[in-house]
C-alpha cells in the first residue's frame, strides 16, 4: 500500500493508499479540506475536532442523497453494496481521522 502526505486545514497528514487510488484519495482530501475550511471560515466552530465532526456529517449527507455510484456492486435482494478498495481506503482514513480528534473522551459534540 503506498502512503501520500496530504494536508487539511494546514496540518499534515501520512496517508495509507492502494495503488492507483492516488487521484481519488487527493479528490477526497481536497473535499474534506474544503469543507473543513468552510465551516472553520464561517467563524462560529473553532475546535478542529468539532469541525471535523460537521464536515464528516455533511459530506455523509450529500452522498447519501447522490445516487449510489457505479462503482459499488449493485443492490440484489437487499444487501449493501460494496466499496471499491479506494472507497474503503478514503472511509478508512476519514475515520481515522476522527478517531484522532475525538480523542478519547469520544464525545461527538
Known sequence: ????????????YLLGCPEGGEERLRE??????????????????KARDRIAVLAALNLAFELADQPTSATAAPVQGGEE????????????????RLDQALGEDGRLL
Not at 481536497?30 to 471560515?41: E, G, K, Q, T
Open 1 to 12: 500500500m503506498k502512503q501520500l502526505e496530504v494536508k487539511i486545514m494546514g496540518q499534515g
Open 28 to 45: 477526497a482530501v481536497h473535499r474534506v479540506d474544503a469543507a473543513m475550511s468552510r465551516i472553520r471560515d464561517a467563524g462560529k466552530i
Open 81 to 96: 453494496p460494496h466499496l471499491s478498495v479506494a472507497e474503503q481506503a478514503t472511509l478508512g482514513a476519514l475515520l481515522t
